[in-house]
């Protein structure tokens, strides 16, 4: 009890992270941004993953207005961020930031500037996780997020690359692996796509039923593959 502070390697604190990763990967958007939800503390750590979350939610769920407030909320700790000798919150911010201004971007439709900011943030975050992650202080792999950005550029052969980088990062990653069905259908390649889809569905055997990310792999699988 005496060491579960406010520290970012408190059990309170790996508490708060591990329940908004689940959140995020599991797109449980209402449920992010429920008051009562995630038990937010005053400290500056937890107002920059506040506003970082409430923007991925409001992006996910296509409310562009509060989302860009929530970017601006975000926006306006760099200052106090910037004073702070933190190794995880100097480490996180600088993604967040870049990672929201590129869904910011690319909610406006400015593609090619906010592709530019999300592969950058996907490479700081995979260098960030390389160096420390046990348990990964982000919510999700952001060489997964660009992947699927690039799969909504119809891209997929940028889509494939960017799930295959995640690969080398998180192993067996669901997340990469119904990506990786969706990219190579979309090319036409049947036997990767097939590939994908029978490691996904042996890794989620006894997943419970209608996770999105996996139903999106089904779907286009039971077309194309």
Not at 2 to 8: A, C, E, H, L
Not at 63 to 70: C, G, I, P
Request: net charge negative.
């Amino acid at each position: 009890p005496q060491s579960n502070d406010d520290s970012p390697f408190s059990s309170h604190s790996y508490g708060i992270q591990a329940l908004c990763r689940a959140l995020v990967k599991y797109e449980r958007w209402d449920d992010l941004l429920k008051e009562d939800t995630v038990p937010w503390r005053d400290i500056l750590l937890d107002k920059a993953n506040k506003a970082y979350f409430q923007a991925r939610a409001y992006f996910a769920k296509n409310d562009l207005a509060k989302a860009e407030k929530a970017v601006l909320t975000h926006a306006e700790l760099k200052k106090e961020v910037d004073t702070q000798k933190n190794f995880v919150l100097s480490s996180l911010y600088p993604i967040q930031s870049l990672e929201l201004k590129a869904r910011l971007a690319l909610a406006r439709g400015e593609q090619l500037e906010g592709l530019g900011l999300l592969a950058e943030a996907a490479q700081k975050e995979f260098d960030f996780q390389r160096q420390y992650a046990d348990p990964p202080f982000y919510p999700e792999a952001l060489y997964n997020a660009l992947g699927e950005a690039y799969l909504s550029a119809k891209s997929p052969l940028l889509a494939a690359e960017a799930f295959e980088k995640d690969l080398t990062l998180v192993h067996n990653d669901l997340f990469a692996l119904s990506g990786l069905v969706r990219a190579y259908a979309a090319q036409g390649d049947e036997s990767k796509a097939q590939d994908a889809m029978a490691r996904l569905l042996y890794l989620t055997a006894d997943a419970d039923n209608n996770v999105p990310i996996v139903e999106r792999a089904k779907e286009i699988g039971r077309a194309h593959v």
